[in-house]
């Protein structure tokens, strides 16, 4: 069993940096982090393999957030920069029970959930 307990958000203002930590219990494989806007579906932002050897982005966030994780310390991070407004939302971090990372955007193949961090971005 796995269980995934996110950190980090917040309020800041467009341009800011914020960095998200999913702290984890268990053995985690393949990780991402997803967020969900109000009043609208929960989309992926960022995947990273088991060994942390391949990254994924969504294009809204590719070159301003950077996924990574230390096996060592069960915890993954989500590095965010240049935020804007958009980036606003609650912010899950995700687990497989699998090491594959195909479909890594799909939510449905991620097994494991954490509570989610709200991150406000202002303008």
């Known amino acids: 069993q796995v269980q995934l307990v996110e950190s980090g958000g917040g309020l800041v203002q467009a341009g800011d940096s914020m960095r998200l930590t999913c702290a984890a219990s268990g053995r985690p494989f393949s990780m991402a982090w997803f967020r969900q806007a109000p009043g609208q579906d929960r989309e992926f932002v960022a995947a990273?393999?088991?060994?942390?050897?391949?990254?994924y982005y969504a294009n809204s966030v590719e070159g301003r957030f950077t996924v990574d994780r230390d096996n060592t310390r069960n915890t993954m991070w989500l590095q965010m920069n240049t935020l804007i407004p958009s980036d606003t939302g609650v912010y899950y971090c995700?687990?497989?029970?699998?090491?594959?990372?195909?479909?890594?955007?799909?939510?449905?193949?991620?097994?494991?959930w954490g509570q989610g961090t709200e991150v406000t971005v202002s303008s």
């Open positions: 995700a687990a497989r029970s699998t090491t594959s990372s195909r479909d890594y955007d799909r939510d449905e193949l991620y097994a494991y």
């Open positions: 990273i393999t088991w060994r942390g050897g391949s990254t």
